[in-house]
C-alpha cells in the first residue's frame, strides 16, 4: 500500500467542509505544523487529520506503521524524503 497523495486528503479535508489551518487550530497547532504532516511523519497531526476524516491514520499513512498497527519508530529515513514540487517539469536547455 502507498500513502495517499497529500492533495487527496487535503480535497478531502476542503469536501467535508474544513481546512488545514482550521483543523489545526481546533487541534492547537499552526498550520505549517500540520501542513508538513502531509507529507512528513508527525503522529500528533497525523491523529487530527485521521480522527477528522474518520478513518485509521496507518490506513492514509501505511509506511508509517507496522502492519499490526503500531507507529514505527524511528521513522524509516524514506519518510522524510521531500519529493520534487514539479516532478517532471524539468527545463532542459
Known amino acids: 500500500m502507498t500513502d495517499w497523495h497529500p492533495e487527496d486528503i487535503k480535497s478531502l479535508i476542503r ?3 474544513e481546512t488545514i489551518a482550521s483543523l489545526a487550530r481546533e487541534g492547537g497547532m499552526t498550520r505549517q505544523a500540520l501542513g508538513l504532516v502531509l507529507g512528513r511523519p508527525g503522529e500528533r497531526g497525523e491523529d ?8 485509521d491514520p496507518q ?3 501505511p509506511s508509517r506503521y507496522h ?3 503500531r507507529r514505527k519508530k524511528p521513522q524509516p529515513p524514506e519518510n522524510y524524503q521531500s519529493a520534487p514540487r514539479f516532478a517532471g517539469s524539468e527545463i532542459h536547455a
Open 67 to 69: 502492519r499490526d498497527g
Open 48 to 55: 487530527i487529520i485521521a480522527a477528522f476524516l474518520n478513518v
Open 15 to 17: 469536501k467535508r467542509g
Open 59 to 61: 490506513l492514509i499513512w
